[in-house]
């Protein structure tokens, strides 16, 4: 039973939580006067401002590490294909990409955390409330289209 609410957990209500707070210190900031917010809990949210604000360069320049990373392993993935002889044929059915970001780069590293909030935070929420009915919720994760060619062409399973 405790490793269901420890799963559970994980699962939803920890992102639930960040998103919340999230939103309702940036939103109580914006929205209530400053004289009228008490100093302890004004020093607190300009505390969060700032480790938000670092977290945030933090995670852009792990994603500038990240390109580095994924350039690495496609060069040794196509070593790899180019000595086993399947070079060209992967080339040709265009699944090796040198591009780490689809077209955007940069910006589209900045926009990820509403990705984030988007498709991950606010999808928990969802299942979350769900959950007050039911315990019976199936989730379903959609097959990429290259994955569909693979098993389609190549039998293999992804």
């Known amino acids: 039973?405790?490793?269901i609410f420890q799963r559970?957990?994980?699962a939803?209500?920890?992102l639930a939580h960040f998103l919340t707070c999230l939103a309702t210190s940036a939103l109580y900031s914006l929205l209530v006067p400053r004289g009228l917010i008490p100093i302890a809990l004004r020093e607190a949210l300009g505390l969060c401002d700032y480790i938000r604000l670092v977290s945030y360069i933090i995670m852009l320049v792990a994603f500038s590490l990240f390109q580095r990373y994924h350039t690495v392993c496609v060069e040794i993935r196509k070593d790899f294909l180019r000595r086993a002889g399947l070079l060209e044929d992967f080339r040709a059915k265009d699944f090796i990409s040198d591009k780490c970001?689809?077209?955007y780069g940069l910006i589209e590293v900045m926009i990820f955390p509403i990705a984030g909030i988007a498709f991950g935070s606010a999808p928990n929420l969802v299942a979350i409330f769900c959950h007050?009915?039911?315990d019976k919720l199936v989730y379903s994760v959609s097959l990429k289209p290259k994955a569909v060619v693979l098993e389609a062409e190549y039998g293999l399973e992804v």
Do not use: C, G, Q, V
């Open 8 to 10: 559970l957990t994980e």
């Open 1 to 3: 039973m405790i490793t």
């Open 101 to 103: 970001f689809a077209s």
């Open 12 to 14: 939803h209500f920890l």
């Open 132 to 134: 007050l009915w039911t």
